[in-house]
């Protein structure tokens, strides 16, 4: 069974960065995604990433700003976050997925329990 779990998360000022990883039970070269969900909102996502690290994609919202990578070597995957905003506070959890690279969180079978990120103003 595979276990996700997530860490990184905290307080950060608006404008600043946060890097989240995503850490495996065990061998991992699976696609992995990124998702978040605030406070009385649906689970959006963020960004994920293949199995092999060559294909990323992103929501517009986080373009330019998230960076998703992976360390395979590590069984561990990377949310670098810059220029936050407070819209950008959520629970944001990582995933995998044996489909590949999708937008749908129905794509993702196993899940993390989540890293809480708050950005102030």
């Known amino acids: 069974q595979v276990q996700l779990v997530e860490s990184g998360g905290g307080l950060v000022q608006a404008g600043g960065s946060a890097t989240l990883a995503c850490a495996a039970s065990?061998?991992?070269?699976?696609?992995m995604g990124w998702f978040r969900q605030a406070a009385g909102k649906e689970r959006e996502f963020v960004a994920a990433i293949s199995g092999s690290g060559g294909n990323t994609l992103y929501a517009d919202s986080v373009k330019v700003r998230f960076t998703i990578s992976r360390d395979n070597a590590k069984n561990t995957v990377y949310l670098q976050m810059n220029s936050l905003k407070p819209e950008d506070t959520a629970v944001y959890y990582c995933?995998?997925?044996?489909?590949?690279?999708?937008?749908?969180?129905?794509?993702?079978?196993?899940w993390g329990q989540g890293t809480q990120v708050t950005v102030s103003s």
């Open positions: 065990g061998r991992t070269s699976y696609a």
């Open positions: 995933a995998l997925s044996y489909l590949g690279t999708y937008y749908s969180s129905n794509a993702y079978v196993y």
